[in-house]
């Protein structure tokens, strides 16, 4: 996705990675260059999956005190107020060693057009790498999509959010991950069937998972699909480099009793994603 032309398209997303502000779609026309001079630059680093691509996807906003940050003659259809403006990007993985590492580089905020724009966190998406025309057509290429799923493996690894750094005692004692700036995680290969309708057949959809389980301090910590990883407001901005490594599993799973026998695949449960296993799969595969 490119750009979010469609106003339930847009509003899916944001769901999808907490954002609380409800707002009419409107895309930020592009008249200069971007002025980097004064960002914090992040990376995401680590090791991959050779034939796996890591991407981050980023929504931009607007400075609340400029004025040339808000879309001219709109309002929030939830509450009247002004709307800022937004720029949502996706920053593609660079790979070395022969495809076994990736560096991903963002900037945390920018200037563009007398607005400045920042961040607050983001997703971190990893898909199979594919020449499969069908993948630039419709109904494929949304990276979401489950008609893309038929196609190739894809999924997304976390969502990361930012907190006040009031809310660090809490959350440290919670299963959510916090502060934390490295991590291993284990990506696993699922199958099942799906379908977008009642009326439709199930489609086969193919996926990956990816999880990290462990204890800190004392905490038991999880994270799996679509789940959020946090940090507070300080140790993001201190800590500018994130690694992820993340392995792939060889086997391919099920979560279906039925489709599991069709297809004689290993069937997943609870005792997979325990703190014990997690690191064992990591370490030694499965």
């Known amino acids: 996705m490119k750009t979010f032309k469609k106003m339930t398209a847009l509003f899916s997303f944001l769901g999808a990675i907490n954002i609380t ?18 960002t914090q630059w992040r990376t995401f680093y680590g090791e991959k999956p050779v034939d796996y691509r890591p991407e981050f ?49 963002y900037p945390n905020k920018f200037k563009l057009n007398g607005c400045v724009y920042s961040s607050g966190g983001g997703q971190f998406y990893m898909e199979e790498k594919s020449d499969d025309p069908r ?35 809490d959350f440290s004692r919670g299963k959510t991950y916090v502060n934390k700036s490295d ?22 959809s193919k996926f990956i998972n990816c999880f990290s389980s462990s ?21 993001w901005k201190q800590h500018p480099d994130i690694n992820l490594n993340l392995r792939l599993s060889n086997k391919t799973y099920c979560d279906k009793d039925d489709f599991c026998e069709k297809h004689n695949l290993p069937k997943l449960d609870d005792k997979f994603f325990n703190h014990q296993n997690s690191e064992e799969l990591y370490q030694k595969g499965d």
């Open 57 to 105: 996807w980023v929504t931009y906003y607007g400075s609340e005190e400029q004025e040339a940050c808000y879309v001219p003659d709109a309002v929030s259809l939830a509450n009247g107020s002004p709307i800022r403006k937004k720029i949502y990007k996706q920053f593609i993985a660079e790979e070395t060693d022969s495809h076994q590492n990736y560096t991903i580089r």
């Open 135 to 169: 993948l630039n057509q419709e109904p494929y290429t949304s990276k979401t999509s489950i008609r893309r799923f038929s196609l190739i493996r894809g999924a997304r690894v976390m969502v990361i959010s930012l907190i006040g750094d009031h809310r660090l005692e």
């Open 21 to 38: 502000h409800s707002a009419l779609a409107a895309e930020t026309p592009v008249s200069e260059q971007p002025d980097y001079s004064e």
């Open 183 to 204: 991590y291993n995680i284990f990506c696993y290969k699922r199958d099942t069937d799906l379908s977008l309708s009642r009326n439709e057949k199930p489609m086969p």
């Open 215 to 235: 204890i800190e301090n004392g905490a038991k910590k999880l994270f799996a699909y679509n789940s959020y990883i946090s940090y507070t407001i300080d140790f």
